[in-house]
């Protein structure tokens, strides 16, 4: 995890209740976040995405990794990259402007589906 300015990190931590709110609509999914660096749900042992869904026996269904202006980087497309390799659907959100950097950085990653957020008098709002 990318050490964030504290206006940033907040912004990062809405933005994943909110996409994990979306997980939850669907009732066969049991929905978990790691919000400010916490570590409540683990992947592969030792990876805490920002949102992990399973289903109701446990089993990995998603991950999700949630990124910020400044964190669109070289380094933190390491991370995707073992993200997409877990072999379940790996989302990465990021801000609307910085749509086009995540696809430049992650060209050479498979299994990785990339949707915007913005904000708009507050609220969340995302689009793929």
Do not use: C
Not at 69 to 92: C, P, R
């Amino acid at each position: 995890m990318t050490n964030r300015n504290p206006q940033k990190q907040s912004e990062h931590d809405k933005v994943a209740e909110a996409s994990a709110r979306t997980w939850r609509r669907n009732q066969d999914n049991v929905v978990y976040t790691n919000p400010n660096g916490q570590q409540n749900f683990s992947v592969g042992g030792d990876h805490f995405p920002d949102v992990v869904a399973t289903d109701r026996n446990n089993r990995l269904v998603a991950v999700e990794e949630i990124e910020t202006e400044d964190t669109v980087t070289i380094e933190e497309s390491k991370q995707w990259k073992e993200y997409a390799g877990l072999g379940v659907k790996f989302n990465l959100v990021v801000p609307k402007e910085k749509t086009k950097d995540a696809f430049d950085l992650s060209r050479s990653i498979g299994n990785i589906n990339i949707q915007g957020y913005y904000l708009e008098n507050g609220e969340v709002r995302f689009y793929t």
